[in-house]
């Protein structure tokens, strides 16, 4: 019974340490694209600044917002919400009926790693 409890307790550890990777992977990912938004011109703090940005991206290349958008969402488990230029498809829900608030930038500043 012993060898089961630790090989559980090993289990679970290694459950929270590759959690806890990919929480800091994804915050440098995050990171890392907010700066190459910056270096874009854009604001990820103001939401009219990525707003305009992604409409900007829709008229010029459609094809690379969908990839945006689903690298956006793969790295923050959630859709655009609120951010997708006008004339686009209606983004989906936030997991849970969650609703968005404040600013892109304000999720990632202070990611919590969760244990």
Same mark, same amino acid.
């Given at each position: 019974?012993?060898?089961?409890?630790?090989?559980?307790?090993?289990?679970?550890?290694?459950? @929270?340490?590759?959690?806890?990777?990919? *929480?800091?992977?994804?915050?440098?990912?995050?990171?890392?694209?907010?700066?190459?938004?910056?270096?874009?011109?854009?604001?990820?703090? *103001?939401?009219?600044?990525?707003? !305009?940005?992604? !409409?900007?991206?829709?008229?010029?290349?459609?094809?690379? @917002?969908?990839?945006?958008?689903?690298?956006?969402?793969?790295?923050?488990?959630?859709?655009?919400?609120?951010?997708?230029? =006008?004339?686009?498809?209606? =983004? !989906?829900?936030?997991?849970?009926?969650?609703?968005?608030?404040?600013? @892109?930038?304000?999720?990632?500043?202070?990611?919590?790693?969760?244990?």
């Amino acid at each position: 019974m012993s060898k089961v409890k630790d090989a559980q307790s090993s289990l679970v550890t290694q459950k @929270l340490i590759k959690r806890n990777e990919t *929480n800091t992977l994804q915050k440098r990912l995050m990171s890392n694209l907010f700066g190459m938004l910056q270096t874009a011109g854009v604001d990820p703090g *103001n939401p009219e600044s990525v707003r !305009a940005f992604l !409409a900007k991206l829709a008229q010029q290349s459609p094809d690379l @917002l969908e990839l945006f958008q689903e690298a956006f969402a793969d790295l923050t488990g959630g859709p655009l919400g609120g951010m997708m230029p =006008p004339n686009s498809a209606e =983004p !989906a829900p936030l997991v849970g009926g969650a609703e968005p608030s404040g600013t @892109l930038m304000d999720n990632f500043r202070n990611p919590q790693i969760q244990q």
